[in-house]
C-alpha cells in the first residue's frame, strides 16, 4: 500500500510564499508522475502543476509563473513552491502519484490534502 502525506499548508497573507511537500511512503517500485491538484469550496479540482519521472512539466493556468514544482526521486518527494499568493489560491491543495498496480499497469493515488488560505 502507498501513502501520500502532504504537509506545508497554512495560513498566509496576499503576496507571500509557501512550499508545500509531499511524500510517498510504502511498498512501490517506483513512481512516474507526480502533481499538485487544488480544489477550493464549490469548486472541481483543477491542475496545479505536473512533473514526470524525467522532469517534464505543466502548469495550470491560474497559476503559471508564480509556482514551481519539483521532486526528489531519491526521497519520493515532490514539492511545490508558490509565490505572490492571492485569495483565490486558497484552497485544499492534494498531490498525486501514479504507481505500478501491477501486470503493467499504473495507477494513481492521492493524499489527504493540506488547507492553503491566503487572507489579510
Known amino acids: 500500500q502507498v501513502h501520500l502525506v502532504e504537509s506545508g499548508g497554512g495560513l498566509v497573507q496576499p503576496g507571500g510564499s509557501l512550499r508545500l511537500s509531499c511524500e510517498a511512503s510504502?511498498?512501490?517500485?517506483?513512481?512516474?508522475?507526480m502533481g499538485w491538484y487544488r480544489q477550493a469550496p464549490g469548486k472541481q479540482r483543477e491542475l496545479v502543476a505536473h512533473i514526470t519521472s524525467d522532469g517534464y512539466i505543466v502548469y495550470g493556468d491560474s497559476v503559471k509563473g508564480r509556482v514551481t514544482i519539483s521532486r526528489d526521486n531519491t526521497e519520493n518527494t515532490v514539492y511545490l513552491h508558490m509565490n505572490s499568493l492571492k485569495p483565490e489560491d486558497t484552497a485544499v491543495y492534494y498531490c498525486n502519484a501514479e504507481i505500478p498496480t501491477g501486470l503493467g499497469a499504473y495507477g494513481y493515488v492521492w493524499g489527504q490534502g493540506t488547507q492553503v488560505t491566503v487572507s489579510s
Open positions: 510504502g511498498s512501490f517500485s517506483s513512481i512516474r508522475d
